[in-house]
């Protein structure tokens, strides 16, 4: 099976770079991507969307005879979303990492502009549970590896447009969230868990990490994902 890798803001293919060989040992193919503007200046960025990065990946599947499984951490959910939602008969499974499906026409999030391009707003910028399980040597490491991104990308909205991507078996690995606090958001299916909610074919496994699990976990990371693989070929 091809296992295709979408990192999160700020990260690039390298992000994955110890849960790959793990993937690969187990005999599936693994392609980690760099998506569009990453690291670039805002003269070469500025124009790049979030639907850049969903057709990015839509290349990549296309040049792949058969099923894939996606693999979207954090914001690259949504860019996973967007490629089920544009090829939904070639998807095997999608896997979030500690992320939602978004709804139709939600974005990532807002983050700090500077010199026109979004960088990597340091670690006090986020929540203490997710960044609870990164000592200080990786929190260093992984924010030396950080790259900007492109302005438009966390509040591009997503367009959604084929039903048949809430029959794609999905699995959520979550890290922040308990799987009681999920099933409470299918319950209610609030709009922005409108997809969430809709999905057919949903497991959810708690990692009983922070944000980051290919860092602070890569082998615990890697091996949810083959789990969730191995699910779908059984």
């Known amino acids: 099976m091809k296992i295709i890798l979408i990192p999160g803001l700020w990260l690039d293919a390298s992000s994955w770079d110890q849960v790959t060989p793990v993937l690969r040992s187990a005999g599936h193919s693994v392609h980690a991507m760099t998506m569009p503007g990453v690291g670039a200046p805002a003269s070469r960025s500025s124009e790049i969307g979030i639907a850049d990065w969903v057709a990015a990946v839509v290349d990549e599947i296309d040049t792949t005879p058969g099923l894939v499984v996606l693999v979207g951490h954090s914001g690259g959910g949504n860019v996973v979303y967007g490629a089920v939602d544009a090829r939904p008969e070639r998807i095997a499974r999608v896997i979030f990492v500690d992320t939602f499906p978004p709804a139709d026409g939600g974005s990532i999030w807002e983050f700090p502009v500077v010199d026109g391009v979004v960088p990597f707003p340091g670690w006090d910028f986020f929540e203490q549970a997710e960044v609870a399980d990164l000592d200080d040597a990786t929190r260093a490491a992984a ?31 979550t890290g922040t969230v308990t799987e009681a606090d999920i099933r409470s958001y299918i319950d209610a299916a609030p709009p922005w868990a409108a997809e969430l909610a809709a999905l057919e074919d949903l497991e959810i496994v708690e990692l009983d990490s922070g944000h980051w699990p290919q860092f602070s976990m890569p082998e615990r990371l890697a091996a949810a994902i083959l789990a969730a693989v191995d699910h779908t070929r059984g």
């Open 143 to 173: 924010a030396a590896g950080t790259r900007s991104v492109p302005v438009r990308v966390p509040t591009d909205p997503l367009r959604l447009r084929d039903d048949r991507r809430r029959r794609v078996p999905a699995t959520m690995l």
